[in-house]
């Protein structure tokens, strides 16, 4: 979220606001499994790329 954040108070929106918004819509909405699908895959896709950078 602080991505999402630093992203918005410089006018882009970038995946990280994206996805920001897709958990905390899916949240409020009471779509809670679909709020955590959303976080695990972003930090699953998160933790690919890192892997991926260090090889």
Known sequence: ??????SILKYQ????????LAVIGAAILGMW???LIVAILVAF?????GDALLQ
């Not at 929106?13 to 920001?20: E, Y």
């Not at 896709?45 to 790329?49: G, K, M, P, S």
């Open 13 to 20: 929106l970038g995946f990280q606001v994206l996805t920001s």
């Open 45 to 49: 896709t998160a933790h690919l790329e």
């Open 33 to 35: 499994e679909e709020a």
């Open 1 to 6: 979220f602080r991505e999402a954040y630093a």
